[in-house]
């Protein structure tokens, strides 16, 4: 069964590094998301992509978030001077063709700032 | 703009028993429906979803769930609990704003006692 595959699926960053986070969506799925749920808190929206621009974005999709679709397979989040807040779990998301909205989620990736 | 709440952070019931998980929205426009399970670690997986048409849906590992416009509820039943039903519940809501966010709720941690 087609799956949301990321990478890596933990990391431990100093803070002020820059990060970057992988996703490989669905082949065939059109729009991307990304989500970031803080230790044993909410699963908060960060941004949506579609046909190479971002459709949407939440008011944590700060000036120090970026996203991109590199070479039409990976979706990547990239975050250019991490805070000790930024420490979450990172979800990618993908929504088929269909007209439903469901969400295709991968594992996570763990973001530890130190 | 969309919102979710999930009644009570934490809901523990007894093996077979009834498990109730309850959850309200906010749309202002008709809303696509969705309760995601997340199990320890895992991403976010889908039990089931209300687009159009019946009001009751049925998903996976005897879940269902009833779409009530008039209470704005989309509240998740399941009459017999099971251990392996241990696990963290969201209820999400979808609206096609011309690409789907998804906006979920804060989420419930279901208990299964044996």
């Known amino acids: 069964e087609p799956e949301v595959t990321q990478t890596p699926s933990h990391q431990v960053t100093q803070m002020g590094q820059e990060v970057i986070l992988r996703c490989v969506p669905i082949?065939?799925?059109?729009?991307f998301y990304w989500y970031r749920q803080i230790l044993g808190q909410k699963v908060e929206f960060l941004v949506s992509f579609y046909n190479n621009e971002i459709s949407e974005k939440s008011e944590i999709f700060d000036d120090q978030f970026s996203v991109e679709r590199p070479d039409g397979s990976n979706f990547t989040l990239k975050i250019r001077s991490t805070k000790l807040e930024d420490s979450a779990m990172y979800f990618c998301a993908t929504t088929g063709t269909g007209v439903t909205g469901e969400l295709f989620f991968g594992e996570g990736s763990r973001l530890t700032v130190l | 703009a969309q919102s979710v709440t999930q009644l009570g952070s934490h809901v523990s019931v007894s093996e077979g028993a009834l498990v109730l998980l309850r959850c309200n929205y906010s749309s202002s426009v008709p809303p696509y429906l969705f309760w995601y399970v997340q199990y320890p670690n895992q991403g976010l997986q889908l039990l089931l979803k209300y687009t159009t048409g019946a009001t009751l849906v049925k998903g996976i590992n005897g879940f269902e769930a009833e779409f009530k416009k008039s209470e704005t509820s989309f509240h998740l039943t399941k009459p017999s609990a099971h251990m392996s039903d241990a696990a963290e519940y969201f209820c999400?809501?979808?609206?096609?704003?011309?690409?789907?966010?998804?906006?979920f709720g804060a989420g419930t941690r279901l208990f299964v006692k044996a």
């Open positions: 082949s065939n799925h059109l729009y």
């Open positions: 999400a809501v979808s609206v096609n704003t011309g690409g789907f966010k998804t906006i």
